[in-house]
């Protein structure tokens, strides 16, 4: 049984899709804790309704960025994951933090990688005039939204979008995505090679 813990910063739309998918399909898998930084994230809401263990560190209550990341690892020890899951998790983190997780840590981002990293991908992704959008679910590494490539999800741009048409678009898609990535690695079918290239051991298709 792999251990998940579950990282947000708000709505959780993300994480609740992995619980969602998780419960329905049977995966050998727990999501043993939902952890914010934010008080007030509705994740939080739903995960504990669920029965799913739940935990607030505040970004704000710590003086430096090292001490907030020692306090969150602290509390995500505690539940001895196996997967860390950045679902819409809104904070950088420092390097020991990343290499402390480094091969169990995914996040999911909402564009084409190493396209836009960083925020406000779609907009900036509209200003480009690009006909093609998605989302990548990667395994994190030090540099923000980068790091081995697990999934890639891809949208088409359509005459007229805006933000909020193309972010509700690539949401969809990052629905069907991420659940899919965790469970290969909860079935440990994902291989990282040496350059960073990740592949499906049965060889199913990282695009979606
Ligand atoms: C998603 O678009 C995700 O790709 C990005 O932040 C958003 C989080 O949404 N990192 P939610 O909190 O999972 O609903």
Redesign the pocket.
Same mark, same amino acid.
């Given at each position: 049984m792999k251990r998940i813990v579950i990282l =947000?910063s %708000?709505? %959780?739309?993300?994480?609740e899709a992995i619980v969602e998918r998780c419960a329905a399909e049977a995966w050998d898998a727990q999501i043993v804790a939902v952890i914010s930084n934010r008080p007030v994230a509705a %994740?939080l809401t739903y995960a504990a309704a669920k029965g799913i263990a739940t935990a607030v560190i505040d970004h704000k209550l710590h003086i430096t960025r090292e001490a907030f990341d020692a306090e969150l690892a602290a509390a995500i020890d505690a539940y001895h994951p196996d997967l860390v899951v950045l &679902? %819409?998790f809104m904070r950088i983190l420092t390097d020991p933090f990343v290499r402390r997780y480094e091969g169990r840590m995914f996040n =999911?981002?909402?564009s084409l990688l190493p396209a836009f990293p960083g925020l406000h991908t779609h907009r900036r992704a509209l200003e480009a005039g690009c006909k093609v959008a998605g &989302?990548t679910v990667h395994f994190v590494t030090p540099t923000l939204d980068f790091g081995p490539i697990v999934a890639q999800a891809t949208v088409p741009v359509l005459p007229g979008d805006d933000e909020h048409t193309l972010s509700a678009r690539v949401?969809a898609r990052?629905h069907v995505m991420y659940p899919l990535a965790v469970r290969w690695f909860v079935e440990a079918k994902l291989r990282v090679d040496a350059h960073g290239l990740v592949t499906h051991l049965d060889g199913e298709s990282q695009l979606l």
């Open positions: =947000i %708000g709505r %959780g739309s993300n994480m %994740g &679902a %819409g =999911i981002h909402p &989302a949401l990052e």
